[in-house]
């Protein structure tokens, strides 16, 4: 009778087997736990882990830092676990727990779980970034390698370099803004004039540069990607944006749920888009490695002194090996892309809100003129080389905090059992680290929703209070290597904007930057903010010999 069944209604047959097989599977997860992660005794979970067989998932499909966020109220706790198809996760969502659980317990906590769409499809041909690699023999040499290639010394020697892009991305925006063109001594009318058409989205402009210094340093290549290779830059940019958001957990279901990478369920699926992506990549990566091996085989000079160019003529001493290497130059190329331009762009945006900016930007502009005696075109030329400015890098670290680029961070996976509180975490267990939440937390940051870079401030003497710090960068043996140029990058960029511009807000009302990045997170399931786009007016500043500055930045 069944097989009559089958044979006259196939497709009804195939419905009736599939959900048959549905409520199976939902009695053996739920009533009998069969396939679900086991449950770690005395944590508080949340909402009883949630559906069956999906556990929490389709709960934290939007901005899931935020809900974790509020889910510790709900459970009374800062550290509790949820559950994500097969995977059990810890989330830690307090200042004090981040912080000890990174350092304190940095050998448990040291390496990044095996996702199925970012490592075994995205990353199937170029190998790992440094910081998706999980802990091993090949993650130290590479964290070992660039941390050695982007430490103090050789950052410091990259500030020509920096003193030449940020003339030149500043030399862009004035270029391309008519009006901007005049010198700030020179009355003009059209300058004068206050348009929509005068408001100025910026975050192009900081992502250009970004990549322009990257491949500089990287590469040892210097090309235009404001005007002859902008497509070219703009794939790069186009395609890490994608990639990077590959690896939030709110994004791929198949990571979590094994039978969804299999057909027919695969077709709906990220992995045909991860494959595309892949491929994309891989095109303009291998292009400019061979670029660079053939000036290495022509004894350029920029090649021969740019960091993949040192790793590869070392790689004897080093022990890397040539996908080794390749994965470090994935890292130098996306690492910085989206955070370091987001970062900078939501600075400009908080310079630019009506009530609070122009006291930023005083403060700012008076600790500038001050450091250098009043001699600003000192202070510009200056800025590149040293990092004086202590109510800048205030603002700074202030925009890191509050804004905190990657929410929910990079998920970790401990490596050995962990005792803490009365808890014990098991071996392969995946914590999420929630950065936002850390960096919010009250009993650290008073007033933690008020941007305020005077807290980075020692009160007596006005410098960074060195005992101050913050999750954006990570913490402990995975926080992120780049960090010192990221932050000189950040510097050289503000200082030098606060000098030539008063940063003002937009004309139209409607382009000014939310303060909320949640609500105004134009993807909410993305692994970083990704901002609804915004403007800025920019106002040119006048003081003594203005024109001499305009001049030399045309001379780039």
Known sequence: MIARYITNWPIAACFAILIVGLV??????????????????????????????????????????????????????????????IKRVVVVNSFKDSKVLANRFACSTNSRPISYVFHNLVSATQGFTVGSTPAGQSYKLKKKAVAMSLNQKNVDSFSELLDIETCRVIKNILLTNSELHCMPS????????TTELSDISLMSYFQLFVLKVALALSYGLNIDTYKRNREFAEEIIRVENTIINLRSPGTNMEDFIPILRFPPFSYFSQSNRAKQYRDRRDKYMNELMINLQFRLEQHDNCAKNSIVGKLIQTSSQNNLSSVEIQSICLTLISAGLDNTPLNFNHLMGQLSQPHTGSILQQKAFHDISSQYKGDIIEAWDSVAYSMKCQYVLALIYETLRYFTVLPLSLPRQTTKEIDYLGYTIPKGTTIFFNAYAANHDSREFPDPMKFNPDRWLDQKTKRINQNMTHFSFGEGSRKCSGNILVIKELYTLTCRMIILFKIRPPTNSRDLMGLDPFQ?????????????LFKVKLEKRNFLNIDQLYSKIDSW
């Open 24 to 85: 199976l599977w939902v009695i053996l997860d739920k009533v009998l736990g069969l396939g679900a992660p086991p449950i770690i005794p005395s944590l508080p979970s949340m909402n009883n882990d949630g559906w069956p067989i999906v556990g929490n998932f389709p709960q934290l499909l939007e901005n899931p830092s935020l809900i974790l966020m509020n889910w510790s109220k709900r459970t009374s706790s800062d550290i509790f676990q949820i559950r994500l198809g």
């Open 520 to 532: 105004y997170n134009s993807n909410k399931c993305a692994t970083s903010f990704e901002p609804k």
């Open 186 to 193: 020179c009355y003009c009318p059209k300058c004068c004039i």
